[in-house]
């Protein structure tokens, strides 16, 4: 096996580093949290046809501002504490004779610390009008890992002559979003909205694999190079929703969101010898439906349910997977999503109200991609949240909410450019728990 080969394979252990938990990330719906602020939150995310706060409608459906019973403005901040393994093994004798003489593997443990999560919303109805204006700007989508090189994790050894792997992993992405929006109430029923959405990426990563290796130095061993001198990126997209307050205390919503339509990443690298370079990736956040119900027939009760697709199977950077012949790699290789969240909240009193939300939604990684997602181990189904909300005043509220993603874990063979290994084995391992505070001053 070529020692270039051995540096590749190793590289796609940090792939799906690039698409994955937000400075921000996990209990979330692949690259995207489930929302913002702890009402939201700790209903699952369950928003499309529930208008609970300008955050519900900022992240989810912009025609939902018109059935908010008053102004607001929210303001939301997550702690969030992910709990991410690498595990990763290789037969004896995989290398060659007596190389390595017994299997050889071990688990690491990212050292991603707290991440925080800021979420801002505000609604404004116009005096005498039938026009509800919206602002949000949220945390939307993103990732971030750290992993030490180890001397016994295959996969995070020192690169080649002394090793067949990456060293140490880092990659940190963060999307943030602007939401402007406006929702039109047609009448007493049907509202209509729309929100153009600036969005602005900060990715680093280190190795780059999405770029060819290079061996400028000449001792035949390729390596990738380190990409974290670089610039925020633009992109934008849409939103479209339309919200239904219909008989008997039902309510439907359904929205669009469009693509998220990011400039080209550029990084200024050097290579083995120092030498300047420039390296470019492309991505662009998938396209999302959403169809919501809500039901508020039964005295102090809510209860609120999404359904959602979003479309990895055809985003720029997650569609395709692989190796390219210049040893990049392609892509990441995800299957589309569906998510399905649901929540419920009681007032108890006049001053109290407290929720219960769940979150599901399948892995988008299968077990054949899982070396190249090992960076990126989105692989959480299972979320639930709890939360409260205690009114200081008519006009001031202050809500808390707690989160658990359930562990679960994606195993899969390292892979080359000729196929995967026998033999082998990359095991990610995630869960997490989110803490998160908020207050919203209505008006």
Not at 138 to 167: C, D, K, Q, R
Not at 211 to 225: C, H, S, V
Not at 294 to 321: M, P, Q
Request: net charge negative; proline share 7%.
């Amino acid at each position: 096996m070529k020692s270039w080969q051995r540096i590749a394979a190793g590289g796609l252990c940090v792939l799906g580093g690039f698409f994955a938990n937000p400075r921000q990330a996990h209990a979330q719906h692949g690259v995207f949290l489930s929302g913002g602020g702890p009402v939201q939150r700790s209903m699952g995310g369950a928003a499309t046809a529930n208008p609970i706060d300008s955050l519900g409608a900022a992240f989810w459906n912009p025609a939902t501002l018109s059935g908010l019973p008053h102004n607001d403005m929210t303001f939301g901040v997550e702690l969030l504490i992910p709990h991410t393994d690498l595990f990763s093994s290789i037969p004896p004798n995989f290398l060659g004779p007596g190389v390595p003489p017994v299997t050889f593997s071990d688990t690491s443990h990212s050292d991603t610390g707290t991440m925080i999560v800021p979420n801002v919303g505000v609604a404004y109805r116009l005096a005498d009008s039938n026009l509800t204006l919206g602002l949000g700007v949220i945390s939307a989508a993103g990732f971030g890992v750290n992993y030490p090189a180890s001397f016994t994790n295959p996969v995070l050894t020192p690169p080649g002559p002394i090793g067949l792997g990456l060293g140490n992993v880092y990659s940190n992405l963060q999307v943030y979003q602007i939401v402007p929006s406006i929702s039109l109430q047609v009448n007493e029923r049907l509202s209509i909205g729309v929100s153009p959405i600036v969005s602005l990426a900060n990715l680093r990563l280190n190795p780059l694999i999405f770029a060819a290796p290079d061996d400028a130095n000449g001792d035949t061993f390729f390596t990738y190079r380190e990409a974290t001198h670089n610039h925020n990126q633009w992109g934008g997209g849409f939103q479209v929703g339309v919200f239904w307050q219909g008989p008997a205390c039902w309510n439907f919503g359904v929205s669009f969101k469009s693509p998220q339509w990011f400039e080209t990443f550029r990084f200024n690298t050097v290579d083995e010898l120092g030498l300047p370079r420039e390296d470019t990736i492309r991505f662009d956040l998938p396209w999302i439906a959403s169809v919501g119900v809500a039901y508020t027939g039964l005295e102090r009760w809510t209860f609120a349910g999404d359904v959602r697709y979003i479309d990895y199977r055809n985003a720029e950077g997650f569609d395709a997977s692989g190796f390219a012949p210049d040893g990049s790699v392609r892509g990441i290789g995800w299957d589309s999503q569906v998510v399905v969240t649901g929540g419920m909240q009681y007032q108890v009193s006049d001053r109290l109200s407290v929720r219960m939300g769940y979150s599901y939604n399948n892995n988008p990684q299968d077990s054949s991609v899982a070396l190249f997602n090992v960076g990126a181990p989105t692989i959480l189904e299972h979320t639930i949240g709890t939360g409260a909300s205690w009114s200081l005043s008519e006009c001031l509220v202050v809500s808390f909410a707690y989160l658990y993603a359930f562990e679960n874990e994606v195993e899969g063979p390292l892979v080359f450019p000729g196929g995967a290994a026998p033999g082998t084995v990359v095991r990610s391992r995630v869960s997490a728990d989110a803490f998160v505070l908020g207050m919203t001053v209505k008006y």
